[in-house]
């Protein structure tokens, strides 16, 4: 594939390797919902709105957090290649499928914190079957709520007994209405638990188990009824609520920011991490979450977290799929002239660019 050098100072060799970290960002049922363009002084980073999932995601708030998370993967990658990222946050209401746009700020070389988390981002993965019964260790517990608040985010861990039996009916509520639901299992099946090849989707080799009768917290089948029942489901993982200031477009690309910061860092400490994304799809559910955590930040994501063993990756989508073409005409790729730019010191403390 060749890419027009030029944009952040990178080669075409260094354009690929960052382009292909951001597409290695999870999204809901793997539809990889991005594209970029490649501008003089920069990348663009837009929602590929024809990937929204209009029955589970209506609003596309989590097509956001996907995004959010390609834009987190992003930025670490240019970290490591000496690119001090310079980020500006859906700058142009014309264009809202345009979510961001980075150009160079500077030049810096990565902390060795940022090593580690760049270090994970192919490692990462969604683990979607059992767990072991292991705990997950008090540091690595610590070092996923930092993760968390480092963007601006908080991340509650449901360990009190009585609120893991409410969350557990909960997600089982929300889980038998969304299976009530044709459509909902329609548009499921359309990207789940397939065999032949594609670039996208959740292949039943990485579906995982089929939900037990009496399971609580793996409840979805992404293996299309091909595989067996789980044995030795773990009774007590890890469950992690991201939670973010409000609900909108700015908070949810940032709280995608701190979803991807918190898999990185799970990663880096060796867990395997799953999804439970109906307790946030439904919204009267989504609601009792929010009560039930006792905050006034709505919950983003929820996360099913522990020791598990690898599995394999889900495929992805070849770069050529994912660059747009130049934009025409002069000014092509220009902020509007009040837009404001903020330099981004990178992933972590400290960081000048509250929003990422």
Known sequence: MMIETGSLGLTEEELQD????????????????????????????????????????PSGRELRLACGAALF?????????????????????????LVAVVRRGGSRPPTPEQRRLLEAVPRRRTNRRPFTDALVPTPARHALRR???DEGAWLDLVTDPVQRVELGALARRAHERQMADPEFVAELERWTGYGEERTDGV??????????????????????????????????????????HSDGPREEVRAGHAMQRVLLTAT???????????????????????????????????????????????????????????ADGPGAGELPGDAPLHADDGPGPGSTDHHT
């Open 18 to 57: 960052v382009l292909g970290a951001a597409a290695r960002a999870p999204s809901l049922h793997n539809t990889q919902p991005w594209l970029f363009r490649l501008v003089p002084d920069g990348i663009e980073l837009h929602a590929d709105l024809g990937r929204r999932l209009p029955v589970a995601d």
């Open 147 to 149: 993760a968390a608040l």
């Open 268 to 326: 880096a400490h060796g867990l395997a991490v799953s999804f439970l994304s109906q307790l946030v799809e439904c919204p009267d559910v989504r609601e009792a979450l929010r009560r039930l955590i006792g905050g006034a930040r709505p919950p983003q994501v929820v996360l099913r977290i522990g020791q598990g063993w690898p599995v394999p990756g889900t495929p992805r989508r070849p770069l050529t799929e994912l660059l747009l073409p130049p």
């Open 203 to 244: 292949p039943a080799a990485a579906g995982g188990p089929l939900p037990g009768p009496n399971a609580t917290w793996v409840l979805r089948d992404f293996s299309g009824g091909t595989a067996r029942a789980a044995d030795g489901v773990e009774a007590e993982p890890l469950i992690a609520v991201l939670s973010a």
């Open 73 to 97: 993967n992003l930025r670490l990658a240019l970290i490591g290649h000496g690119v001090r990222p310079l980020v500006t946050l859906l700058p142009d209401p014309a264009r809202p499928d």
